[in-house]
């Protein structure tokens, strides 16, 4: 019986249905993932070419026909009851491409360095003695296994359990391996803000759960409570907010490629009447308060062209406001450190 070792891709094996042969098939695999800006999701293109005169494509059980976005050829048969333990994708010819969608939850870890850590099965055999990316009979004539990464990640290792050429281009990685089966692939990659929220928390250290700090698919967020900045209803930053931000502003400065969008939100108390000649609604507070921000970092040494403020008043909670503790969380300030790509 298959047993499934990756999620959302595709383990093949092929078969020739033609009886009396029995010589080992010339298999060209490739598989291209093209990995999604947050590091789990992913769209995946598989294609082979064989000397067989079919081709028999072995799936998990729980892969529905509809999961795919592109099947080549289109003359084929979807088998979900010869192999208890897998649906086959049997196509009449030597070839076949496909296309799919998928995530990945067992499949990757992220340490506390920020790093993920892939490997794409497990070696678990199955009844036949094989896993991985597997086909028989014979081994694969080649097999190309090639990640297309995003601009907010960066590659640190990659090994193969077999023999073959590793080629870095640009965000591209890719094995060629030749005479080759069974293959599971290890590959370590990490945001390329990991040194931007380790500098921003170096900058922070003692600070307590008045600052929360985030890695972002596009850079790292920092979340700022209102009582660490402003006194109530004011937009004049305390002195303990000054030192905040003068800290972040530093540790930035070391990071040339990056820019910050100041954010400033509020909950959705209504302006009382003796702030109103300053602050018309909350709107107007969370901007002076933004702004407030922007000039202190500026003040800092973070060059201002860097530097962006906008404002959202009570219009982007992140808690109910219905409770004294949710409000508190929308009386805020955050940071969106971007990287540049």
Not at 30 to 57: K, M, N
Not at 87 to 116: C, H, K, M, T
Not at 300 to 307: C, E, N, P, Y
Request: net charge positive.
């Amino acid at each position: 019986m298959l047993r499934a070792q990756l999620k959302g891709i595709c383990l093949a094996t092929v078969m020739c249905l033609c009886s009396g042969v029995t010589s080992a098939a010339e298999v060209v695999k490739e598989t291209v993932i093209f990995l999604q800006e947050d590091g789990r999701h992913y769209f995946s293109y598989t294609t082979a070419r064989t000397d067989w005169p079919s081709y028999d494509l072995y799936l998990q059980k729980e892969r529905s026909l509809e999961d795919f976005l592109y099947i080549y050829p289109n003359d084929y048969r979807y088998d979900t009851s010869s192999d208890p333990g897998a649906n086959i994708l049997r196509f009449a010819q030597s070839d076949y491409a496909l296309i799919q969608p998928g995530s990945w939850s067992d499949e990757v870890r992220q340490d506390q360095n920020g790093v993920y850590r892939f490997r794409s099965a497990s070696n678990e055999k199955r009844d036949d003695g094989h896993f991985g990316y597997w086909t028989k009979p014979g081994n694969f004539a080649q097999f190309v296994y090639v990640w297309v990464v995003p601009a907010n990640f960066e590659i640190l290792s990659y090994q193969a359990n077999r023999k073959g050429d590793w080629v870095q281009r640009h965000n591209t990685l890719a094995f060629y391996g030749k005479g080759v089966n069974d293959l599971i692939f290890d590959i370590a990659y990490r945001p390329r803000s990991h040194a931007t929220f380790t500098a921003v928390q170096e900058s922070l250290q003692g600070q307590d759960s008045e600052v929360q700090l985030e890695q972002q698919q596009s850079g790292v967020r920092v979340t700022l409570a209102e009582t660490l900045l402003f006194p109530v209803g004011s937009s004049e930053l305390s002195e303990r907010g000054r030192q905040v931000l003068a800290r972040i502003a530093r540790g930035l400065k070391r990071r040339p490629g990056v820019s910050v969008i100041v954010s400033g939100h509020t909950d959705d108390s209504p302006i009382k009447s003796a702030l109103r000649k300053r602050y018309l609604t909350n709107w107007e507070l969370s901007s002076a308060r933004s702004l407030a921000v922007v000039h202190e970092m500026m003040k800092s040494g973070f060059g201002g062209g860097r530097l962006q403020s906008q404002a959202f008043g009570p219009y982007r909670p992140r808690a109910e406001n219905s409770t004294s503790q949710g409000r508190a969380m929308n009386r805020r300030i955050e940071l969106e450190i971007v990287e540049s790509r």
